[in-house]
């Protein structure tokens, strides 16, 4: 007792503590020899002492070796009043003094802990297994289901315990059930994985005879000299319908495209030549006939000739909107400030209209054809519709977050809050095309450029103010960087 490592006491059948080795003082916190003639419930929690000395007396009717308390939580007390889980193995000690019994003490405080981990490992497993939304099928080395959780058995059809011993090859149609054992026979022969650790997408069978494809992944673990495979499943039926339906948009898109591009080929050529015919005619009847027309039929060839050109300009503007997105130029880094002052000079606006650009505008890589398409007509409007004696236009940016924010803002007439929307839209205008020569096309082909780069557009207007057109375009995608002390 003395060299044992375990905590060991003997008592006699009063229950009276004889001897206790050094393992006992560490264990309980008493000093040995305070323990000698003490009850030995004195290393037991106070409520369960009582129950103890009969207990004890009925172990002296039918003295043999066995574990205390067989299928109970018993507990130890310490001197400083703590409790502790222990196991306790008794054993009859017959001598000259009469019969006495050993108890062996172990602490299993750990094992408690470690089966208490256990537990709520396993707990956990449970509720991730039984709420996962993928079906989870576990199998053996030879292909029998041993689990099959929730959302496999609404899958599938089957209950648990339906597909429990049954090779996992009841779950496939052919000839992916035929092919299945022999699989899995060559990978354990050989180790040659296919499906294992790598996944790839297969077809199901329900119990209703239905297939449906799936994803499949499968990882194998061991337990022991055991081996044991769980399959996550997939049921991809929306996602491979999804996929039917965006091939087919792809392909109704790319008749559209085909056909865009049929229009714009004979917008360009069969519409545009006669009305360059056109156009020509009416120029000489203006030049040569002139002295032959009166006040009114001046004013009808005015109309005319005015009509024919605005014409030619919404089929140019048709053709560079169809454009957009179709046709694609190679993205550059533009620099800003001079491709706004080249707008600028290009659109030369009249000496009583001021146009600034308040502070340095960033380098940006983009095509440069459609930047230069945003700032020609936001500035070409502002020129445009400008109807105070000193025009004032100011182009702007500031970087806010992953954004740049541009702006071209004037004192013209401003614009009423419900035609925000509309002046984006195709061939919308607001002031009457005899009086101001527009085709509706510029704002939606703004809108169209800087949304096709993620960007959006906006105004914000005061009647009689003028109006502040924003659009932004992202710093990362485009490549764009600053112009950091640039003037």
Known sequence: MESATDAMIITDREGLIILANPP???????????????????????????????????YFTQPRARGMGTGMDLLGQRQDGSEFPVDVSLSPLKTEQGLLVMATIHDITRRRQAEEALRESDARMRAIFDTAVDGIVTIDEHGIIERFNPAAERMFGYSEAKVAGNNVSMLM???????HDGYLAHYL?????????????VVGLRKDGTTFPMDLAVGETRLGERRMFAGTVR????????EEQRALLVHELESANEELKNFAYVVSHDLKAPLRAIGSLADWL???YADKFDAEG????????????RMDSLIDGILLYSRVGRVKETALPVDLDRLVHEVIDLLAPSPNIAVTIENPLPTIVIEPTRIQQVFQNLLSNAIKYL?????????????????????????????EERHFERIFQLF??????????????GLSLVKKIVEMYGGRVWVESSMGEGSTFFFTLPRTKTGIRSNKGKT
């Open 286 to 288: 203006s030049a040569d």
């Open 428 to 441: 919308q205008t607001l002031t009457p095309r005899d009086k101001v020569e527009s085709t509706g096309v």
């Open 298 to 309: 001046k004013e009808h060839m005015r109309l005319l000739v005015s009509r024919v050109r």
């Open 24 to 58: 006992v003082e560490r264990l309980f916190g008493y000093p040995r020899q305070e323990l000698i003639g003490k009850p030995m419930e004195i290393l037991l929690p106070e409520r369960f002492r009582q129950a103890h000395g009969s207990q004890r007396m009925g």
């Open 387 to 415: 109807d105070k004696p000193d025009g004032k236009i100011r182009v702007g940016c500031a970087a806010e977050g992953s954004e740049w924010k541009f702006s071209v803002a004037d004192n013209g007439p401003g614009i």
């Open 173 to 179: 149609p052919s000839p992916y059930r035929e092919a």
């Open 235 to 242: 049921d991809i039926s929306e996602r491979k319908r999804a």
């Open 189 to 201: 022969q050989t180790g040659e994985k296919k499906i294992i650790g790598i996944g790839r997408e």
